[in-house]
């Protein structure tokens, strides 16, 4: 199902979108759907309780937005976890073990999600985005 709608652009964004949509051969419409596909994934193929949990961040405000962006999965967590993709490199993973890489890696893909969903929303809401040195430094200084 498609959905017509029309909207004005600044020139700060038609003309380079004309530019690119000429450059690869599509119509500007193509491209613009391409972007906003882009920078708006599909959560369908996601666990239905992942997709509650991100479209809950929506209700978030940006303080609360930018918390999520600086979570991490806990130390310790995320050391076994790294034990563990050590170990399944050489082939030495019991059966249990297995078990608690997957559960360690859905719950560190979980938090990369929600960061991302996060710092997509606060983009959306007009909010600067930390840079990497930036959230490097936040990311410092909450440890202590």
């Known amino acids: 199902m498609t959905q017509t709608v029309t909207l004005e652009l600044p ?7 004309q530019r690119m949509a000429k450059a690869i051969h599509r119509p500007v419409a193509d491209l613009l759907v391409r972007a906003l596909r882009a920078s708006l994934p599909s959560l369908d193929e996601l666990p239905p ?3 509650a949990d991100l479209v809950d961040l929506e209700k978030l405000d940006d303080k609360a937005l930018r918390q999520v962006m600086l979570s991490q999965v806990p130390s310790g ?3 076994k976890l790294n034990g563990l993709l050590e170990k399944n490199k050489i082939g030495g993973l019991t059966g249990a073990e ?3 890489l997957e559960a ?3 719950e560190a893909d979980r ?7 996060a710092a997509v929303l606060l983009k959306f809401r007009g909010q600067r ?7 490097k430094k936040l990311n410092q200084a909450k440890v202590r």
């Open 11 to 17: 020139e700060a964004i038609f003309l380079p979108a």
């Open 49 to 51: 309780t992942l997709i």
């Open 77 to 79: 967590r995320q050391r």
């Open 98 to 100: 297995r078990i608690e």
């Open 104 to 106: 360690l890696q859905n």
């Open 111 to 117: 938090v990369m999600l929600r960061k991302a969903r």
């Open 129 to 135: 985005l930390p840079t990497l040195a930036e959230l």
